[in-house]
């Protein structure tokens, strides 16, 4: 797969979802049950040839199709996991944020197909809006996602959908007088003959959640083809677990905490490496971290990674992709140059952010580096 790097202004309102054809059959409220936003248990199951190594996505199916339209609207899309009976497409489109904090706005895709790329599930996850004032721009953000793949396919879905979307992003008489109260999310859902479409405010509609002024939607799509106990959890071809890791961060000032030694930070250097794990084991997901960079004095040049903690280097990753990995890094914290792609069948993204350099030619590089894509996300379980 070829590396890209990101490119700054993309708009970050497609993305998309595939369906089946079929006639629309109702439209249903959603009550609360996660089966209704998808299995309940996909992970709990034993493996099943899990691999965890990234490879392209492959052209055929519907899913195949979905990668190819969001690659299109500037997501970049890999294959991240994959065992007997299913495999996980990882989709991320980051766009230009905040301006004081320099942070991207981050767009996510989850799929998941059969291996022959029928769809089973998709989860959309639109980032949080920076104005939140009420009307219809969250309908419209959605549609326009939409639109661009799985409408365009199945346009008689378009008015149902539409409408069904539009009846969670303009709630009316549910809403308090102040729309800063807390209230529970609006939730709808519409049924075709071969998924179900469900849509509701927020992110993950645990009992008890409730949201305020007008929150980002979130889009499932649950389809015949989808099985319980039965989705890929790899991880270790690129990363160790917690425990495993420890000690040489240890060495170079982290903390770890706990029986899973995690979190891990280092207040000399104001970090924390950000662990996802697999369900209650100390199996790495994935792994952030942030340091710094540039050229600080002219004479010595970049400084090692050492000076950020890691004297023994990136100890969270196995030894077959941690060469490639911090090759990638160091080559960010030199030019300031962000990075996302697959190196050593490894999922990597590099936000670097760069000051104007000096007079003398000094300049500082910030850097966050995420390694590695987290399960498939599930509202409600």
Excluded at 62 to 84: I, M, T, Y
Excluded at 192 to 200: L, R, S, V
Aim: proline share 7%.
């Amino acid at each position: 797969m070829t590396a890209r790097f990101f490119r700054p202004g993309l708009r970050a309102v497609i993305a998309a979802l595939v369906l089946l054809g079929g006639s629309v059959a109702g439209c249903d409220a959603i009550d609360g049950n996660p089966e209704t936003w998808g299995p309940s248990e996909p992970y709990a199951h034993d493996p099943m040839n899990e691999t965890s190594v990234a490879i392209p996505v492959a052209s055929e199916g519907e899913v195949g199709s979905v990668a190819r339209s969001l690659e299109k609207a500037g997501f970049f899309c890999a294959q991240v996991r994959a065992n007997d009976t299913a495999r996980q497409i990882w989709c991320r489109l980051a766009t230009a944020g905040s301006t004081v904090s320099g942070e991207s706005v981050v767009t996510r895709v989850d799929l998941v197909s059969t291996p022959n790329g029928r769809l089973q599930y998709a989860y959309l996850g639109l980032p949080d809006q920076v104005d939140t004032t009420w009307g219809t721009d969250r309908a419209a953000d959605l549609m326009a996602m939409l639109d661009a793949s799985i409408l365009a396919l199945w346009p008689d879905d378009a008015g149902p959908v539409r409408d069904t979307v539009n009846k969670v992003a303009n709630p009316g008489t549910r809403i308090t007088k102040d729309r800063s109260d807390p209230r529970p999310p609006a939730q709808a859902s519409i049924t075709t003959g071969n998924a179900t479409y469900a849509i509701g405010e927020g992110r993950y509609f645990v009992e008890g959640t409730s949201v305020s002024g007008a929150p980002a939607l979130t889009l499932t799509v649950t389809t015949k083809a989808a099985t319980d106990r039965s989705w890929p959890y790899g991880g270790e071809h690129y990363a160790k677990t917690t425990t495993a890791a420890a000690p040489g961060l240890e060495a170079g000032g982290f903390d770890c905490y706990g029986p899973e030694q995690s979190p891990c930070t280092r207040p000399a250097g104001n970090q924390d490496i950000n662990y996802t794990t697999r369900g209650r084991t100390d199996q790495i997901l994935t792994a952030g971290v942030g340091m710094g960079g540039g050229i600080l004095e002219p004479a010595e040049g970049l400084t090692s990674i050492t000076e950020w903690g890691f004297p023994q280097g990136l100890t969270f990753l196995t030894d077959r992709v941690r060469p490639a990995v911090e090759k990638q890094l160091n080559l960010a914290r030199l030019t300031g140059e962000s990075f996302i792609g697959v190196l050593e069948g490894t999922v990597v993204v590099i936000e670097a952010r760069k000051t104007p350099p000096q007079p003398d030619g000094t300049y500082a590089v910030r850097v966050d580096l995420t390694v590695g894509a987290p399960l498939v996300t599930v509202p409600g379980t």
